[in-house]
């Protein structure tokens, strides 16, 4: 089994800076691409951004030049440096690994979310 725990997230200003972390623990013998999701009240979960095994990064348009996603492979962990945040930015905040390679099988997790709150 693995875990997908993240941490980082809290109440920020507008204008202000959060780094989002995502660590995959448990019998993990490789991940694939990696990604941040959000779910805004009321909202569907959106894609925010991705990066695949090799550091091929994806971005949504709206968090293009404001979001920078990164990853440590030899952690497991994914990173989401947000800069410039907005109130729009508002949402709980998921991680995701959609391919994730056990000794048998390959499986899709998820973390259980960590709220960002931007607001004065």
């Known amino acids: 089994q693995v875990q997908l725990v993240e941490s980082g997230g809290g109440l920020v200003q507008p204008g202000g800076s959060l780094r989002l972390s995502c660590a995959a623990s448990?019998?993990?013998?490789?991940?694939?691409?990696m990604a941040w999701y959000r779910q805004a009240p009321g909202k569907e979960r959106e894609l925010v951004a991705k990066?695949?095994?090799?550091?091929?990064?994806n971005y949504a348009d709206s968090v293009k030049g404001r979001f920078t996603i990164s990853r440590d492979n030899a952690k497991n962990t994914v990173y989401l440096q947000m800069n410039s945040l907005k109130p729009e930015d508002t949402a709980v905040y998921y991680c995701?690994?959609?391919?994730?390679?056990?000794?048998?099988?390959?499986?899709?997790?998820w973390g259980k979310g960590t709220l960002v709150t931007v607001s004065s």
């Open positions: 990066i695949t095994s090799g550091g091929i990064t």
């Open positions: 995701n690994a959609p391919r994730v390679w056990h000794a048998t099988s390959v499986k899709d997790y």
């Open positions: 448990g019998s993990i013998f490789g991940i694939g691409t």
